[in-house]
């Protein structure tokens, strides 16, 4: 159970221009097999839209007719539509105003058994709860029709600025996420130790502060693609003593002359993916799926890798929704134990800073 079909990196690109873009199939399903509970994660960097535009609209006609879609308006007000046979149901949501283009992350989960549903938009490189909305009495669609739409999508399937969509036959978690691919060493008064050995209990060291506990530690296998797509960086940049991999999301430190004058700041947290058009990075050959890690701290630190330093789980006030917390990778953790981050160690750079950052350190 979990990951059934993942289409390739820029798949709404491709399948704008007419090519099929290379995805994977994870788990085959048989024509007749129909997706009672399962999820349906799309990306995709957006700004204001002028016009009713669907991100996706994945009709299918066997066993039975349906369509899954999801529709964004001028307004920013967001629809999807599940749709089988007579039987419709509907969510909306309204997004907020983006003064610029960014990466959204939209989750829709169902489960038929239970009856419930949901629809939820995280802005992956912001601060702020996710967006989510209710769907009830949702409506199973054929597993087969669903995983060859992402497997190769068309133009009338999937808009041009969606980077990846993935389909799962499970509840997939929401909320923060790992970056930390395994055998990426952090720094402990033991010395150097894998990521994936830490656990709840285990002591870490922080630059200025000295031992730390680790509060958690989680893991999750996830899509190779979009904010989740694994980035080499490359030693001596950054203070690296060998090279590293991690997700293109994943938060490092940087420093410089470039960043005191841009920014005004002695060093900023800017996201691995920027990394590449600085030519300290690239994106690293991987599978469909990339397992990553991370370490929840008591505060929002920057941990010790091989020699760098990046960000740790960044939770900020998650632990005030009970319902966001079950729903996450911390689920079942006591809820009343989870530090409320109020910010981040460093100035995070926005998407656009990090790019203005790069052009100047290549220029």
Known sequence: MGWVAISGPGAGAMAARGAAPAGSLLRAA?????????????????????????LVDIPVRHPVSGRLSLWLGPEGLLTLELVRGGRQRRATLTLPTRD??????FVFS???GTGGARLVVERPERDGAPLAAALADPVALPLEGLSRAVLQPTPEIL???????????????????PGLAGGTCVDTPEGRRAVEDLRRGDLVLIRGEGAVPVLAAVRRSLPARGLFRPVQLFAPHHGLSRDVVVGAGQRLVTSGEEVRRLFRAESVLVAARHMIAEGSGIYADSGPLVTLHQLLLPDQQVLGICGAEMESLHVGRLRRSA???EASLLAGYQRSRLPQQEGHALPVLRDYEARMLASHRAA
């Open 30 to 54: 048989g024509p007749a097999e129909l997706a009672g509970r399962g999820t349906l994660l799309i990306e995709a960097e957006l700004g204001a839209v002028d016009a009713l535009t669907a």
């Open 110 to 112: 169902w489960d038929c």
């Open 100 to 105: 610029r283009a960014e990466v959204l992350r």
């Open 323 to 325: 319902a966001l917390v």
């Open 159 to 177: 808009d041009a600025r969606v980077d990846f969509i993935a389909l799962s036959d499970s509840i997939e978690p929401i909320g923060p996420m």
